[in-house]
């Protein structure tokens, strides 16, 4: 394998994910990892990150390194401090460089985003993505939707985040199935996951989104004295969990064009929710979006003047 | 101590309380201990039952142990089959026995009740609190608010339990502040508790109910950016939660006589913001009211007439 040009990195809480990129935006080499932000102190970054793509490394000479997510949060690497919305998806000038032991590495860890109005709002790492789909299409004006552990809607237009919302869906999603008293009642691979009950399930929950503790506990006596099944009742409680997210982000989806990039199953679950409400989402993957946006954001340090529409400003020349 | 005349229990999930009561209904000794449904098979209620009020047993004869609560879901110490909704709270000729070792034990365990229609919903335990409080109040005509881990909104006409539902929202407060993102930004405990901020989180969720798993996120957006102290962060989860709960519950009560049976600290939130609403609940005590459901069902079994109204109908003669 020759040498990749740059390194992507996206820093997640509980994963990491790193890619040997060249120059042309190609990948090269792909590598991971399970040691997350919340598994580390700051000063074990970079022997993780050696660990993970040390023999991507050149023998002299430096490389950037262009990292997204929760390396930049608050004790984690280096605090990599919020921009505030409204304000591009990428601003590379902006990037903090954590100096390391090993003079190879050009770190740049890309700060998130945070909103203050209407409500106030982070986000780190979903911000490369929509930079990352930006850089395909310049023009979008829409909303994007990232559905996973904490879901973001997006309001883009004029190459800005005007504004977005969070959902706590997969996280309580996760613990309910995980840790409440329906945990022994629910199971996605239970053979009886149907998606009728699923979109019932959503169509109920937006009707009466008032009820949404209430409706947690029914799949409980549903499956005690109504024989649910655990696919059936898996179905249920992601219906319900989505149809409350999609109750509440109807502002968002709400007559605009709509992009939704995550993991495929979800995206597809989300989709088939939007679908039933008249919307007709487009899909990206989450992945090749991570990598476009950190590409775009690489591009920022490299001084090409064409990233400059996307970043909002050119960041620091690379070495 | 003189031998009590029959023991009542209320064996829950997480644990259990047994009281030795006289005749008259007074109370003459109390015991607690950790070993609730969720640790025990079937074989092991009776030893637990011993160990904890052993010594309160007579030398000869049989002493009646009436129990509610979790000891008879299936797979506990003997399934008590649901009663169909509407009924009375207690009909003591339902109840099982189950085999002892000990001879002087002679166990009932009431069943719960269930609901098909508007909604499948389940009860285990907070059917003799409404009969506790019957019990005081027969012509009672109105609502009982139980609030706690799996909260009950009943309503009660001419002796019966006409309807319920369950919300889950004691139980996803406690996942929420121990598992979730928010573990270390929440505490109740945290000197910074403020009413203000409790009252505020429960009119905007009411005001914006379909926005709850958005309003979760933003109190960790909060906590990291705008300095909200663990607190007024604790204020602001059990606001919303409790908020969203009472947004559910409306039909429950709006316009109807209200009582709130549960612990004082809890039961005082959901007062706080039922008065918010207009409304002004009454207060009773929780054990006080399972240790009076408890004798009227003793009533029952022992074939006084007098319980007939509540419990519905005469149970077997005690020995």
Chains 1, 2 share one sequence.
């Not at 074990?44 to 390396?71: H, Q, S």
């Not at 869906?169 to 996760?174: A, K, L, P, V």
């Not at 053979?191 to 506990?217: C, H, K, Y």
């Not at 090749?288 to 970043?311: C, H, W, Y």
Request: with cysteine; charged share 20%.
């Amino acid at each position: 394998m020759p040498n990749p040009d740059w390194i992507g990195v996206d820093w997640g809480t509980t994963n990491l994910r790193a890619w040997g990129m060249c120059r042309t935006g190609g990948v090269l080499a792909e590598a991971t990892s399970n040691q997350g932000m919340a598994k580390l102190g700051p000063e074990a970054y970079e022997p993780v990150l050696l660990d993970l793509v040390g023999n991507w490394l050149p023998e002299t000479g430096r490389i950037p390194v262009v990292v997204c997510g929760m390396a930049g949060a608050k004790g984690a690497w280096q605090m990599s401090p919020y921009r505030e919305a409204p304000c591009p998806p990428l601003l590379a000038s902006q990037s903090v460089q954590p100096l390391t032991v090993d003079e190879r590495l050009q770190v740049s860890i890309l700060p998130g985003i945070r909103q203050s109005r209407p409500d106030v709002d982070l986000m780190r790492g979903e911000e490369t993505q929509v930079a990352g789909y930006l850089s395909m299409v310049p023009d979008f004006d829409g909303v994007i939707c990232l559905p996973g552990t904490h879901s973001k809607w997006v309001h883009v237009s004029a190459g800005e985040i005007v504004s977005f919302r969070t959902f706590m869906t997969g996280e309580i999603y996760d613990l309910v199935k995980r840790e409440s008293v329906l945990r022994d009642l629910v199971d996605e691979n239970g053979g009886d996951w149907d998606p009728v009950e699923f979109q019932n399930a959503v169509e109920t929950q937006i009707a009466r989104p008032e009820l949404l503790m209430a409706r947690l506990f029914s799949i409980r006596a549903a499956a005690l004295v109504s024989n649910l099944g655990p696919g059936r009742a898996a179905a249920r409680l992601s219906g319900t969990l989505v149809g409350a997210e999609l109750a509440g982000a109807r502002p968002y989806w709400l007559g605009r064009d709509l992009i939704l990039i995550g993991e495929k199953r979800l995206s597809n679950l989300y989709a088939a929710g939007l679908r039933r409400l008249g919307q007709t989402p487009r899909f990206q993957d989450s992945a090749a979006m991570t990598i476009a946006g950190l590409a775009e954001a690489n591009r920022g340090f490299a001084g090409d003047p064409e990233s400059a529409r996307v970043t909002g400003g050119v960041g620091p020349k690379a070495a």
